[in-house]
């Protein structure tokens, strides 16, 4: 079946400082990708849809500047947090697949800022 | 604004009971009503997708049910083993490639 591989897992990094988190379609190529946040105990969060080749579509709310998109090729999008701080610690999630047929979850990737 | 709700307080059964877990939502017109398992710490993984034109949907001992008049879906998991414990997020997609709108989940305890 379809793949989604994110990296990495966990992370710790140090206020101000940005993170890239990486998601992979292993067997199928995406042109399109999701990238969730998910609060401890809560729902998954839409926060952007990848396109390959073009912008981002940011939901409101999500800043595009502090959360850069980059769908580069058909397997590949990734998510950077830039100048993070500690309210930007969470798990984030990608997602891909075809409409009317069921996602793929990347295994998610839980980012403390200290 | 859209709203799925979801029962947010556990359910706790015995194994080899049938666990049902119920999805109601307003404001929305999904064409598809999803079902996904997630386990502490990782991503949600799929399990059902039901059509806005079908009443009921099974997959080994899942079955899923869509009542788009009452608004509602319930998920059941028949002869339940203790391995099903997770948390099941019902999620709503309006049309095909869409996003997904997810529901708050209900954490699922099956004791052996």
């Known amino acids: 079946g379809a793949v989604v591989s994110q990296h990495p897992s966990r992370v710790i990094c140090k206020s101000g400082t940005s993170v890239k988190i990486e998601c992979r379609s292993l067997?199928?190529?995406?042109?399109?990708m999701f990238w969730y946040r998910q609060f401890p105990k809560q729902s998954l969060m839409l926060m952007a849809t990848?396109?390959?080749?073009?912008?981002?579509?940011?939901e409101q709310g999500v800043e595009k500047d502090k959360f850069l998109i980059n769908h580069a090729s058909l397997t590949l999008s990734t998510l950077t947090v830039t100048s993070a701080h500690p309210e930007d610690s969470s798990f984030y999630i990608c997602?891909?697949?075809?409409?009317?047929?069921?996602?793929?979850f990347g295994s998610g990737t839980r980012l403390t800022v200290v | 604004s859209q709203k799925i709700e979801q029962n947010s307080e556990a359910l706790n059964i015995q194994e080899g009971k049938t666990a049902t877990l119920t999805c109601n939502y307003t404001?929305?017109?999904?064409?598809?009503l999803q079902w996904y398992r997630q386990d502490p710490g990782r991503g949600p993984v799929f399990l059902l997708l039901?059509?806005?034109?079908?009443k009921e949907k099974r997959k080994e001992r899942l079955k899923v049910t869509f009542d788009t008049t009452l608004k509602q879906s319930l998920f059941h998991i028949t002869a339940s083993q203790p391995a099903d414990s997770a948390t099941y997020l019902c999620?709503?997609?309006?049309?095909?490639?869409?996003?997904?709108?997810f529901g708050g989940g209900t954490r699922l305890m099956v004791k052996p």
């Open positions: 997602s891909a697949g075809a409409g009317g047929a069921g996602y793929t």
């Open positions: 067997d199928f190529q995406a042109t399109t």
């Open positions: 990848s396109n390959e080749g073009s912008k981002a579509t940011y």
């Open positions: 404001n929305y017109s999904p064409a598809y």
């Open positions: 039901i059509r806005e034109n079908e």
């Open positions: 999620a709503l997609e309006g049309n095909a490639g869409n996003m997904l709108t």
